[in-house]
């Protein structure tokens, strides 16, 4: 008998996006990836719906090849993903069936070069990691659920991720261990390993597609049992998930930036509840909506030290930026003694922006609304030479000069510091002290990623300078200080979680400091009586989440209601915002914000409509429906338009 499904090809035009009828084998199930002619071309397929009626007056083709098989529970994650971010279901699909290069010779241990050394297991757990441990464990028994594991950082998160993939595979079931960046992917793989061995898998976007391959097939095949990864692990094909862990869950890099713009943290969770599996949102320093939403597994202070003592120092009263009095005598002890210190300042570069002092003149991108970064010319600790001015959104990249170009006075003033700056003050001020950087600029790859993490933990005395990178989950033994350099960067950003992302960068740098010994923590701010950095001096999570929730409620903010997004770009400000207007028209009595012009970037005007609402998906299907239907003439105008569900920036 004639056997027919729904296959939906893998291309990215909207235009086709639906399914497709092909006649099939007898073997081939929903999940299974084909592959199909459409139209001229051999194209990659899912299967989503089998035994489907033809139909009539169409000659169906036959599938050409099985490639392999998905779960079925991947394919329903796709196609609901595409629904509520406004995709289409085959760039849904091909987040769970990506292109699976040819073997060539002999695999690679991809976990085995990745991981970091692990510190022993603990030889028993505490009794607030022995509650959480075993309500995971009967949700993992009574058919799943989503919990907040919430504890300071060094409360033992870790291992209680740990022992839940332990009940899970007891259970005969799979583990996925979520970080936010390939950055964290090092340490928490070394510790996974340790305990699981070779049942552990990696994926990130940093593996290359045979590597990718390999992991994968070990995953499908229940080889490895445990997956640890960055956002796009959520996708693993594991036949069976049991517990999914989101470390740092507060972590905005969790968010996709790309169509589909999904959110890892919702897709766990809608993961969890298709497979009946446990879902653990792990931080120090939890977002509200979890705060809010999710039953609450509090593991209390450190285990094995108490939390670092908080100094600001208040830069209104200093001479020395960015190396301020208080904390040059701290750096300056270290060098005498021995020790570590990570020192956070969120820019790359030597100075945000170069400044004629004759005529005003800030060097600007000529392309985006910003002004160019000034990038120091060698990588090398103590290199002082200034070579280029970046645009850090359209990668533009100008020669310095020794000149203004507006007037030509050589008068030129370099505003601010970035990681580069303060890495040159301190080999120059405190040349004892082995000096780390940790930014993008310095750490091109995984390699580059594991010398400076290798390097610093086996330091005796150093300092690891970078960005936001090196206040995300590291553990690394004898850091006795940490210090934010300057803690107002994020707070002037105009979005309404500036606050929370500042409480949270400061919050969670304060954990990198004595978690084996004594430690302290200094702040450098312009600000500081401001309420993220109050909060954060006294460890008093609670009390901002508290406040901040107060706030959201007031203002009709997440997690009260959701947040969709609509940003239109163009070759001028007025057609971008009158599209916006013409959208808003059509959106009937939804409660939106705008339009309002947004910073022009790579060449682009934009501006964005906000909409607050209870309905998200709704409210995105008839903007995606609206914005379908002006297609060509906004093609024409060189209009395109973004639909975001949960943006997390504004």
């Given at each position: 008998?004639?056997?027919?499904?729904?296959?939906?090809?893998?291309?990215?035009?909207?235009?086709?996006?639906?399914?497709?009828?092909?006649?099939?084998?007898?073997?081939?199930?929903?999940?299974?990836?084909?592959?199909?002619?459409?139209?001229?071309?051999?194209?990659?397929?899912?299967?989503?719906?089998?035994?489907?009626?033809?139909?009539?007056?169409?000659?169906?083709?036959?599938?050409?090849?099985?490639?392999?098989?998905?779960?079925?529970?991947?394919?329903?994650?796709?196609?609901?993903?595409?629904?509520?971010?406004?995709?289409?279901?085959?760039?849904?699909?091909?987040?769970?069936?990506?292109?699976?290069?040819?073997?060539?010779?002999?695999?690679?241990?991809?976990?085995?070069?990745?991981?970091?050394?692990?510190?022993?297991?603990?030889?028993?757990?505490?009794?607030?990691?022995?509650?959480?441990?075993?309500?995971?464990?009967?949700?993992?028994?009574?058919?799943?659920?989503?919990?907040?594991?919430?504890?300071?950082?060094?409360?033992?998160?870790?291992?209680?991720?740990?022992?839940?993939?332990?009940?899970?595979?007891?259970?005969?079931?799979?583990?996925?261990?979520?970080?936010?960046?390939?950055?964290?992917?090092?340490?928490?793989?070394?510790?996974?390993?340790?305990?699981?061995?070779?049942?552990?898998?990696?994926?990130?976007?940093?593996?290359?597609?045979?590597?990718?391959?390999?992991?994968?097939?070990?995953?499908?095949?229940?080889?490895?049992?445990?997956?640890?990864?960055?956002?796009?692990?959520?996708?693993?094909?594991?036949?069976?998930?049991?517990?999914?862990?989101?470390?740092?869950?507060?972590?905005?890099?969790?968010?996709?930036?790309?169509?589909?713009?999904?959110?890892?943290?919702?897709?766990?969770?809608?993961?969890?509840?298709?497979?009946?599996?446990?879902?653990?949102?792990?931080?120090?320093?939890?977002?509200?909506?979890?705060?809010?939403?999710?039953?609450?597994?509090?593991?209390?202070?450190?285990?094995?030290?108490?939390?670092?003592?908080?100094?600001?120092?208040?830069?209104?009263?200093?001479?020395?930026?960015?190396?301020?009095?208080?904390?040059?005598?701290?750096?300056?002890?270290?060098?005498?003694?021995?020790?570590?210190?990570?020192?956070?300042?969120?820019?790359?570069?030597?100075?945000?922006?170069?400044?004629?002092?004759?005529?005003?003149?800030?060097?600007?991108?000529?392309?985006?609304?910003?002004?160019?970064?000034?990038?120091?010319?060698?990588?090398?600790?103590?290199?002082?030479?200034?070579?280029?001015?970046?645009?850090?959104?359209?990668?533009?990249?100008?020669?310095?000069?020794?000149?203004?170009?507006?007037?030509?006075?050589?008068?030129?003033?370099?505003?601010?510091?970035?990681?580069?700056?303060?890495?040159?003050?301190?080999?120059?001020?405190?040349?004892?002290?082995?000096?780390?950087?940790?930014?993008?600029?310095?750490?091109?790859?995984?390699?580059?990623?594991?010398?400076?993490?290798?390097?610093?933990?086996?330091?005796?005395?150093?300092?690891?300078?970078?960005?936001?990178?090196?206040?995300?989950?590291?553990?690394?033994?004898?850091?006795?200080?940490?210090?934010?350099?300057?803690?107002?960067?994020?707070?002037?950003?105009?979005?309404?979680?500036?606050?929370?992302?500042?409480?949270?960068?400061?919050?969670?740098?304060?954990?990198?400091?004595?978690?084996?010994?004594?430690?302290?923590?200094?702040?450098?701010?312009?600000?500081?009586?401001?309420?993220?950095?109050?909060?954060?001096?006294?460890?008093?999570?609670?009390?901002?989440?508290?406040?901040?929730?107060?706030?959201?409620?007031?203002?009709?903010?997440?997690?009260?209601?959701?947040?969709?997004?609509?940003?239109?770009?163009?070759?001028?400000?007025?057609?971008?915002?009158?599209?916006?207007?013409?959208?808003?028209?059509?959106?009937?009595?939804?409660?939106?914000?705008?339009?309002?012009?947004?910073?022009?970037?790579?060449?682009?005007?934009?501006?964005?409509?906000?909409?607050?609402?209870?309905?998200?998906?709704?409210?995105?299907?008839?903007?995606?429906?609206?914005?379908?239907?002006?297609?060509?003439?906004?093609?024409?105008?060189?209009?395109?338009?973004?639909?975001?569900?949960?943006?997390?920036?504004l």
């Open positions: 008998m004639t056997r027919f499904a729904s296959v939906y090809p893998l291309v990215t035009a909207r235009a086709v996006a639906r399914p497709f009828t092909y006649e099939v084998p007898e073997e081939v199930g929903v999940g299974s990836i084909v592959e199909v002619r459409f139209g001229n071309a051999r194209r990659r397929g899912v299967v989503t719906e089998l035994d489907v009626v033809p139909p009539e007056g169409v000659k169906t083709s036959s599938v050409e090849r099985v490639a392999e098989t998905l779960p079925a529970a991947l394919v329903e994650l796709a196609l609901w993903l595409a629904d509520y971010y406004g995709s289409t279901p085959a760039r849904a699909l091909a987040l769970v069936a990506p292109y699976n290069a040819k073997r060539r010779g002999e695999r690679r241990a991809v976990t085995e070069a990745s991981a970091l050394a692990a510190e022993a297991a603990p030889a028993s757990l505490s009794d607030t990691q022995q509650h959480a441990l075993a309500r995971i464990v009967s949700l993992l028994d009574e058919g799943g659920g989503n919990v907040l594991l919430w504890g300071a950082t060094g409360s033992g998160k870790t291992e209680v991720y740990i022992r839940a993939c332990e009940a899970a595979i007891a259970r005969g079931r799979g583990a996925i261990v979520l970080v936010p960046e390939i950055a964290l992917t090092p340490q928490t793989l070394g510790r996974f390993r340790a305990r699981f061995g070779d049942g552990v898998a990696v994926l990130h976007s940093a593996l290359s597609e045979a590597e990718r391959r390999d992991e994968r097939e070990r995953i499908a095949s229940g080889e490895a049992p445990v997956v640890v990864g960055a956002r796009s692990a959520v996708f693993a094909p594991m036949p069976s998930l049991g517990v999914v862990c989101i470390d740092e869950e507060h972590d905005p890099s969790y968010k996709q930036e790309s169509d589909p713009r999904y959110d890892a943290r919702t897709v766990a969770a809608k993961r969890a509840a298709l497979e009946g599996a446990v879902a653990v949102f792990g931080s120090a320093t939890p977002r509200p909506e979890s705060w809010e939403r999710l039953e609450r597994l509090e593991l209390g202070g450190r285990i094995a030290a108490p939390l670092p003592t908080v100094k600001i120092v208040d830069l209104r009263k200093q001479a020395g930026y960015p190396l301020s009095a208080p904390l040059l005598a701290e750096l300056g002890g270290i060098a005498e003694r021995g020790g570590k210190a990570i020192l956070l300042l969120n820019r790359r570069g030597v100075a945000p922006a170069v400044h004629c002092r004759a005529c005003g003149e800030t060097r600007r991108c000529p392309f985006c609304d910003v002004a160019l970064t000034l990038h120091g010319a060698g990588s090398t600790v103590g290199d002082a030479r200034d070579s280029s001015l970046r645009c850090h959104h359209c990668g533009r990249v100008e020669t310095l000069g020794e000149t203004c170009p507006a007037c030509g006075s050589a008068e030129l003033a370099r505003i601010g510091a970035g990681t580069q700056k303060l890495e040159r003050a301190l080999a120059k001020q405190l040349p004892e002290l082995e000096v780390m950087r940790l930014d993008a600029d310095a750490v091109e790859n995984a390699s580059d990623l594991r010398d400076v993490l290798e390097r610093f933990a086996r330091a005796r005395r150093a300092v690891l300078v970078g960005t936001q990178m090196v206040a995300k989950g590291h553990h690394f033994p004898g850091v006795e200080l940490a210090a934010v350099v300057d803690a107002d960067s994020g707070l002037g950003i105009p979005d309404f979680r500036a606050e929370e992302r500042t409480f949270q960068l400061l919050t969670q740098l304060a954990g990198r400091s004595g978690r084996d010994a004594p430690g302290r923590v200094l702040v450098q701010t312009f600000q500081p009586d401001a309420r993220a950095v109050t909060f954060a001096a006294r460890h008093d999570v609670r009390g901002f989440l508290d406040g901040e929730l107060d706030r959201r409620r007031a203002l009709g903010y997440p997690p009260y209601r959701h947040l969709v997004r609509i940003v239109v770009s163009g070759p001028s400000p007025d057609d971008a915002q009158q599209a916006l207007q013409e959208l808003k028209a059509g959106l009937g009595d939804a409660e939106l914000l705008g339009p309002a012009p947004l910073l022009r970037l790579r060449g682009k005007h934009r501006a964005q409509l906000v909409g607050k609402t209870d309905r998200p998906r709704a409210l995105a299907m008839r903007a995606a429906q609206l914005l379908a239907a002006a297609a060509v003439p906004m093609r024409r105008a060189g209009l395109a338009a973004v639909v975001d569900v949960d943006p997390q920036s």
